[in-house]
């Protein structure tokens, strides 16, 4: 056994070699915590989910606080009606902030549909940060969405909702009051978790 270590030591090569089975060893191990850190940081904080896009949204106020009226916006929605987000009072509402370019946003929409579909004492309402109606329209017709969606083309309710990350989720009571806010893509657990701090 101490031969072929001491053929190595004395080799020309056998530095090299050790060199190199050292480094892979130390870039095996920084892999192995990056991973592990990254784990940690992805995971559901209570605040936070999966997949997340950044946006720039220029001066946008600091997100709503928990337990406080819901920020009162207007919009105007994907059948060309005009309303405010306080109309909507009366049943729990799940905002929701995305955008047709956002994967994390598409891949979940399906969920979204569904939950909408399921239930007819919530109101579903998608804002897309920063697109205009003539992006927003084709996008919702395309994809068969039913629930109400609102193009922000000058993202005034994004600033109003420190909409940094997308897709951006905030559940509000019935009185306007919200609830929770999560950002990312959430899971049917995390959207069940959610919809019952509103009804």
Known sequence: MADWRARIRESKYGTLIVLLVTTAIVVAGAWAVSQAKFGADSADDGDTAGAVSQIEVANANAVPKIGEPAPDFTFTDSSGKTMQLSELRGKPVWLVFAATWCQGCRAEMPDVQATYTANDDLNVLTVFTGESAEVVAPYVQRTGLTFQTAADADTVASRLY?????????????????????????????????????Q
């Open 162 to 198: 420190g909409v940094l990350g997308i897709p951006a989720h905030y559940f509000i009571d019935a009185n306007g009051i919200l609830r929770e806010h999560r950002v990312g893509i959430l899971s049917q657990p995390l959207i069940a978790e959610s919809l019952k701090a509103i």
